[in-house]
């Protein structure tokens, strides 16, 4: 964690090269109505050096994953990528994805 508002339900994160900004709703951001669970449809992928900490530290503290660790290919136009990964879900239903390149 780099820092956080408690008082605003606010909290920054980072690991690596990776940032992630979360916020409790507070009429500030709200593009429309919101009608749980907020995050259906939407997954976020954050990609790390090793997922393997924070697989350990989910299962360390109960966190139920969405999906188990898994190896998947994607292309990208020419090009093919493999990455390990997994999914968790948040309370609001977004699924972050974390995944490693292979």
Sequence with gaps: MVYERQEEGFVYLSMGK????????????ETGDLVPPFGSGMNLQITVDSIEPIFKRLKKEGIPLFREPFVSEYAAGDEWFRQREFLVQDPDGYLLRFAQSL
């Design 18 to 29: 990776a940032s992630l900004m979360l916020e409790e709703v507070n009429g500030h951001w």
